[in-house]
């Protein structure tokens, strides 16, 4: 049973912009915080952005001021509005709880980003 589906990497220049999607299944997305985080060729998969159940937001500093985590809990969606991006932004992005807890991971989406 698929539960977590990301949607909307792309290839694009540095400073450019991409809006990606993650549809969850109701069980994972009711009333839990969500995330998107991220894993870079030879690193560690790191915490993007996340959202409360209220709309409350956390940002990694890199990203901060660039980045916007929302979502829509009529639809069971979170999206991550990615603009000015960077070099280093380079990864296979994934979405997931930001509980103590986390579902089993989706597929991610590539976002690369070059000069």
């Known amino acids: 049973q698929v539960q977590l589906v990301e949607s909307g990497g792309d290839s694009v220049q540095t400073g450019g912009s991409l809006r990606l999607s993650c549809a969850a299944s109701r069980t994972i997305f009711s009333g839990n915080a969500m995330g998107w985080y991220r894993q870079a060729p030879g690193k560690q998969r790191e915490l993007v952005a996340s959202?409360?159940?209220?709309?409350?937001?956390y940002y990694l500093g890199s990203v901060k001021g660039r980045f916007t985590i929302s979502r829509d809990n009529a639809k069971n969606m979170v999206y991550l509005q990615m603009n000015n991006l960077k070099f280093e932004d380079t990864a296979v992005y994934y979405c997931n709880l930001a509980e103590d807890w986390l579902a089993d991971w989706g597929r991610g989406t590539q976002v690369t980003v070059s000069s």
């Open positions: 959202i409360t159940i209220g709309g409350g937001t």
